[in-house]
């Protein structure tokens, strides 16, 4: 049923500064949603994805951040794209439904009829334009973007199980402990503005369950796992799963790469498959050269236009390198970003890492992540991290190791971390 | 008088407890560090302070404000654009130290702590009438720091060793000096480092003092040294004002505990410890040789040692914390959980032991 005006409203959940600390030390300088991949902040990507679907009214970004770390980058996003993005500051922690419903007058202040939410931390190719036509067809209150991944990973994520005819969400659980279906949630999701009524109830249920609880003071007394506070709501534990097989939610499946950019290790590897999709979407962006005039670049490399790299250096794959860089003769960089205004002098190497803002790298200095067995890659894609302003000098060799802001390194160092 | 405060740069030593507040205002014996030092100043008639950062002031103006009310002593920050040394930020401070009064001025180390003898200090510099006048400390080790030998009688500074391979003396720098305005015509305004620039010319001419500070001394920059600091700080306390110390049946050598701090039953406490404002210790806990941040918790039974616990941490009931275990700002450790030495940055939950010393990020 095609109507009048199918005014779509995205949202983007942006998370917060204390909550995660896994991102560090990369955290301690910058929000995580405004950390660079690919040449972008992290969130610039779920925001461009939302612009493709048509009739897009607003996007809204929520978190826990001060209002002034998204201030500057939400005006000149909005510029930039010609799409109202909005930046709202969660007062106290609600659950991931229950922030959705504490801002559900700015969303359904251009009376949508669909609501697109996604998980700022997630890199995907968004198919939104498809899941919406999907959703559509469906007819339920909400589709959820699923991925198939292997068994062994499956319980740090959702695990669900679909119909394979109908696609409906059958049996929904949050990081189970023993295997339900290598079919995981990826944080995409799409609403129809019911999904409001469904969290009110959700609400109404433990507002009563609270004053119970009250009149009841051997529960009173209970504190063996944290009581969360009644106005809770969680999307994934009281709403999708009691919800499964009802016939109100269905699933959606990506093809395309889907992953959780929950450390920094991982954001490196998010920034490499960014990097693979501008080669196939957009391939203008990424950086060439032979070595003749311009450095020689392999696979997938971003360089901001403002930085200078010597021509006899050599490039990629998978670099991304910031405003302001520069990179010195004979300098080799393998999969790493390279922070604003950093200087790599001449022959250095970094491999496998992510040099921080303002951070210098001597002659000769060696930055490098090794690990020994490809097995181990998965479980903690240990890189080499340089927080802001380090200092390597020349010929000093870092290995897996994490230094955090304002440190010079004048000897070699490996496994360490650096305080 | 003036004096100039040498707060220097990002304290990375005694992170993680510099990640939520700059050093100076880092707690030592229940009090911001620096506020040690500018109550030792106030007292001899100190009026103005001048801070010298090279890092964001903004964090600490509005608890320097709080400081000016309360003392009544105007403290302000001279802000290097870029680092200049030990000496380079009297010269960026000039017009602030010199004001025409002829006076002398002081100098300190941040991360000095020590009994302040200033007024002693003043006297020794009138008496000898030279320019410059440095306090020095005796050490065990003299060949890990800068020597100062000296002549004994007057105590004029002949020369500077930097880490002697022989013994030339046994008296460092302690960080802490007396010096007269014209000292500041010799610094240029670069980085400069008084230790080896300027102090070795104005020994040459003979105008070098040194005084041999009286009491204990301890660079704090480190938690190794702030823990060995803050004994010997309590140390000196139970001579000045032992009223100051807290006294019962539960409490065993030097102890500094806050009035608005609770205590529970069965509790033994000490030595050599600060329990900081607002901190509840619950019945059966054992705490020794260890700080304890404003707002902390430790519930029952736990056993601390040898470890700074960071503002509003937790420590869950039967919990053992020990050998340099320091927690950062809002970390909650879970009950019955071992920490041997861990290091843990700001707001994180520990759940399972930590064997060794290792870094929680």
Known sequence: ?419 | MKALILVGGFGTRLRPLTLSFPKPLVDFANKPMILHQIEALKEVGVTEVVLAINYRPEVMINFLKDFEDKLGITITCSQETEPLGTAGPLALARDKLADGSGEPFFVLNSDVISEYPFAELIEFHKRHGGEATIMVTKVDEPSKYGVVVMEEASGRVERFVEKPKIFVGNKINAGIYLLNPSVLERIELRPTSIEKEVFPKIAADQQLYAMVLPGFWMDVGQPRDYITGLRLYLDSLKKKSAARLATGAHVVGNVLVHESAKIGEGCLIGPDVAIGPGCAVDDGVRLSRCTVMRGVRIKKHACISNSIIGWHSTVGQWARIENMTILGEDVHVCDEVYSNGGVVLPHKEIKSSILKPEIVM
């Open chain 1, 1 to 419: 049923m095609a109507g009048a005006e199918q005014r779509v409203v995205a949202v983007i959940m942006v998370g917060g500064p204390t909550k995660g600390t896994r991102f560090r030390p990369l955290s301690l300088n910058v929000p995580k949603p405004l950390f660079p991949l690919a040449g972008q902040p992290m969130v610039h990507h779920p925001i461009s994805a939302c612009r493709r679907i048509p009739n897009l009214a607003q996007i809204y970004l929520i978190g826990f951040y001060e209002e002034r770390e998204f201030a500057l980058y939400v005006s000149s996003i909005s510029n930039e794209l010609r799409i109202p993005v909005r930046y709202l500051r969660e007062d106290k922690p609600h659950g991931s439904a229950g922030g959705l419903y504490s801002f559900r007058d700015y969303i359904m202040e251009d009376s949508p009829s669909h609501i697109v939410l996604l998980n700022c931390d997630v890199c995907s190719s968004f198919p939104l334009p498809d899941m919406l036509e999907a959703h559509k067809k469906y007819g339920g209150m909400g589709t959820l973007l699923v991925n198939k991944v292997s068994a062994e990973s499956a319980n740090q994520f959702g695990e669900l199980v679909a119909d394979p005819d109908t696609n409906e969400l059958l049996h929904y659980t949050e990081k189970p402990e023993t295997f339900v279906s290598d079919l995981i949630n990826c944080g995409v999701y799409i609403f129809t503005p019911n999904i409001f009524n469904a969290i009110e109830d959700v609400l109404k249920q433990k507002k009563d369950r609270a004053n119970l609880r009250r009149v009841s003071s051997f529960e009173a007394l209970q504190s063996a796992t944290k009581a969360l506070p009644a106005d809770f709501v969680r999307l994934d534990q009281d709403i999708l799963s009691p919800l499964a097989g009802k016939k109100e939610l269905y699933t959606y499946q990506t093809l395309d790469f889907w992953e959780q950019i929950k450390t920094p290790g991982m954001s490196l590897r998010c920034s490499g498959l960014y990097l693979s999709q501008f080669r196939r979407t957009s391939p203008h962006l990424l950086a060439s050269g032979d070595g003749k005039r311009t450095a020689t670049i392999v696979g997938d490399v971003y360089i901001h236009p403002s930085a200078k790299v010597h021509p006899t250096s050599k490039i990629g794959p998978n670099v991304s390198i910031s405003a302001n860089a520069r990179v010195g003769a004979g300098a080799r960089l393998i999969n790493c970003i390279i922070l604003d205004d950093v200087e790599i002098m001449e022959n250095a190497v970094v491999i496998h890492s992510i040099v921080g803002w303002k951070s210098s790298i001597g002659k000769w200095s060696r930055v490098q992540a090794i690990h020994l067995g490809e097995g181990d890659h998965n479980a903690k894609l240990g890189i080499t991290i340089l927080g802001e302003a380090v200092d390597v000098e020349d010929e000093v060799v870092v290995v897996n190791s994490i230094v955090l802001p304002n440190k010079t390194l004048n000897v070699s160092v490996q496994e360490e971390i650096i305080l």
